[in-house]
Each structure stands twice: as structure tokens, then as C-alpha cells.
Nanobody
Framework: VQLQTFGGGLVQAGDSLRLSCAAS????????MGWFRQAPGKERDFVAA????????LYADSVEGRFTISRDNVKKTVYLQMNSLKPEDTAVYYC????????????????WGQGTLVTVSS
């Protein structure tokens, strides 16, 4: 299983950005997909998750209402639409694939992308 993450960059506060995670070597619908982020000097935190066919969504409180996770199992791609970005959203963002729904623990995810840096300036 390989996950490749795209779409990071430098934006200003209030801007939007969309991250993509392209999967290969996997039937994407077999996995719960999640996004995590890691700010400098901090642990890797849960951001959002989408269930196998997209019927259920889960968000961290800090991004609820601003970020939207979605997936396209035919294209084998997962997206994270980020709106109203804040400086505190600055982090390396990772996509991950797991088998268990409803958990925010990074330890429940089996495969990880390489990460993409999002920097939000004030």
C-alpha cells in the first residue's frame, strides 16, 4: 500500500487549500481513511476520518465546520478541503489508511503517506 499526499503550500489566514491523497496497491474501499497533522515540536494529531464508502465522517473539534474530508474510491483518492485556515493549522499533514472506524488514535492506522506541509501566515 502506498499513499502519496499532495497539495500543501503557503497560504494566508482565511484562505482555502485542498489536500489530496492518492493510493496505490490497494482497494481503497477496504480502508477507513484519515488525515492527521503534526506541528513542530508536537505530537501527530487526528484531523478527520471518512468511512469505507464515505457514509460517515468524523472531525476533530478544532477543524469542525472548516474542513471537509471526502473520498473517491474509483479514483483511489482522498481529499481534505480546508477553508478559513488559521495560523494554528500550520503543520505537516498526513493521510493514513486503517481498518477501524471511530477512532482518533494514530496507532489504529496501518499505512501512512509521506506528509505535505501546510503553512498559514497571519
Amino acid at each position: 500500500v502506498q499513499l502519496q499526499t499532495f497539495g500543501g503550500g503557503l497560504v494566508q489566514a482565511g484562505d482555502s487549500l485542498r489536500l489530496s491523497c492518492a493510493a496505490s496497491g490497494v482497494t481503497l474501499s477496504s480502508y477507513v481513511m484519515g488525515w492527521f497533522r503534526q506541528a513542530p515540536g508536537k505530537e501527530r494529531d487526528f484531523v478527520a476520518a471518512v468511512s469505507w464508502r464515505g457514509e460517515r465522517l468524523l472531525y476533530a473539534d478544532s477543524v469542525e465546520g472548516r474542513f471537509t474530508i471526502s473520498r473517491d474510491n474509483v479514483k483511489k483518492t482522498v481529499y481534505l478541503q480546508m477553508n478559513s485556515l488559521k495560523p494554528e493549522d500550520t503543520a505537516v499533514y498526513y493521510c493514513a489508511a486503517g481498518r477501524k472506524w471511530g477512532t482518533e488514535s494514530r496507532h489504529e492506522y496501518l499505512y501512512w503517506g509521506q506528509g505535505t506541509l501546510v503553512t498559514v501566515s497571519s
